[in-house]
């Protein structure tokens, strides 16, 4: 249970980060992208 738990922990703090990150990297370029598609339209 502790071993598992630490590794839950462990794998949260160094994958989740970089999870997150990546999501903020992908909405930030379909922001970009929306906007400039957006100003296309008018």
Do not use: A
Not at 6 to 26: Q, Y
């Amino acid at each position: 249970m502790n071993t598992s738990l630490s590794g839950v922990i462990s794998w949260t703090l160094i994958c989740f980060p970089g999870i997150s990150k990546m999501f903020f990297i992908i909405d930030d370029y379909i922001q970009k992208n929306y906007e400039k598609n957006f100003l296309c339209l008018i």
